[in-house]
């Protein structure tokens, strides 16, 4: 049994919240699970992230990480075929494409492949114009008391 969402009320009754509406029905549908190659995803301080990827058996010029736009592709595809003889495999060698959703001005500052490890270190740049700032509250001259104006009606005889 496949339970699915509809968030359709949703988009008719929101405004700006498209990506994360678009995310919400991405997750809710079910894909195969393809859990190669394992990763994991750390917060190393408050706007710095790192991804962390087993890639045993690998070469630098064999994986590509891509960013476009909220979305960060890392792929892998081994140059060519190994011809020697096996009693047995335990190290996958197939190609593989894991894609990452970034939020909003998240940015790749590096990566490295040290021992099979391929580290990604993520970076939130929030532009200058969109940190919160604080507004100022001015004073502005009160009218004294006795400078109050005052409305009066003309009296017409009917």
Known sequence: MRTTFDFSPLFRSSIGFDRMLNALETASRIETVDNWPP???????????????????????????????????????????????????????????????????????GASLVNGLLTIDLKREIPEEMKPRRIEIGADKATPKNATKKIEAEKHAA
């Open 39 to 109: 990763y994991d995803i750390a917060k190393t301080s408050e706007d710095d992230y790192r991804i962390s990827m087993a890639v045993a058996g690998f070469a630098q010029d064999e994986l590509d990480i891509t960013q476009e736009q909220n979305m960060l592709m890392v792929s892998g595809q081994k140059a060519g075929e190994d011809k020697g003889e096996y009693l047995h495999r335990g190290i996958a060698g197939r190609a593989f494409q894991r894609r990452f959703e970034l939020a909003d001005h998240v940015k790749v500052v």
